[in-house]
């Protein structure tokens, strides 16, 4: 039998998504542990999780390296990937907003030309030239975003603000907010053909165990 392989964001994300696995009976205490290791086997339930990069896991989802994926649906709005999102999992919620100094708030309409240094390129062009009919420049920042302004590279940033404690301690404030974001459970479209019997059990468990949650989501 081919192993279930399911890719989990490294980070807070992964904590999250263990957590979530554990409760529906599949032990995750190795991926509990202080390691560097990547890749986690459990043989018992012919299941393997892979440790990626936040950005990476619909990559990996996409083209089958993984069949199940969780991940922000920041990064799924950003890269419009061809896969099956089926779970709202509810949880590492945040935003995606527009933020800077609070002189900017003037300036963010039709005429201006603003530059925006932003990690997200597609979700700041499409909020700015569709949406509000603004003309940007766009800078592709990878981290640090809040710098940017602060120092002159840009006059805003489109970045996620989760408790909004970066921007305050950098003295920015959000000016518009863009799109609320949540983690996602994402499947590749050709396992859910081959295997749909197993990844459809995983995830129906995994939708009880949220919808069980509530509001304490
Ligand atoms: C994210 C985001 C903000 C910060 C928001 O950065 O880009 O900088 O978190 O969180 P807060 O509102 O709770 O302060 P991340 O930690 O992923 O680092 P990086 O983008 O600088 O690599």
Excluded at 53 to 79: C, F, H, P, Q
Aim: some cysteine; hydrophobic content about 45%.
């Amino acid at each position: 039998m081919k192993d279930i392989v399911i890719a989990l964001a490294k980070g807070r994300l992964a904590e999250l998504s263990i957590e979530v696995f554990e409760k529906i009976g599949i032990d995750c205490s190795q991926m509990k542990e202080k390691t560097r290791k990547l890749i986690f086997e459990n043989e018992e339930l012919g299941l393997k999780f892979i440790m990626v990069k936040a950005t990476d896991v619909a990559t990996y989802v996409e083209y089958g390296a993984a069949d199940i994926g969780i991940v922000g649906s920041d990064v799924l709005i950003e890269e419009g990937r061809n896969l099956y999102e089926m779970v709202n999992l509810g949880f590492g919620k945040c935003k995606v907003a527009v933020a800077g100094p609070a002189s900017m708030a003037g300036r963010l309409s039709g005429g201006n030309n603003i530059r925006v240094a932003t990690k997200y390129p597609h979700i700041a062009r499409d909020y700015f030239e569709f949406k509000k009919g603004q003309t940007i420049e766009i800078i592709k920042l990878n981290g640090s975003i809040e710098l940017a302004p602060l120092v002159g590279l840009s006059d805003v940033i489109v970045d996620i603000v989760e408790s909004g404690k970066t921007l305050a301690e950098n003295g920015l404030v959000v000016l518009e907010d863009i799109t609320d974001i949540s983690a996602r459970l994402v499947v590749n479209r050709v396992s859910m053909k081959m295997e749909k019997e197993r990844i459809l059990d995983i995830v129906s468990k995994i939708k009880a165990e949220i919808a069980a949650r509530g509001d304490r989501a």
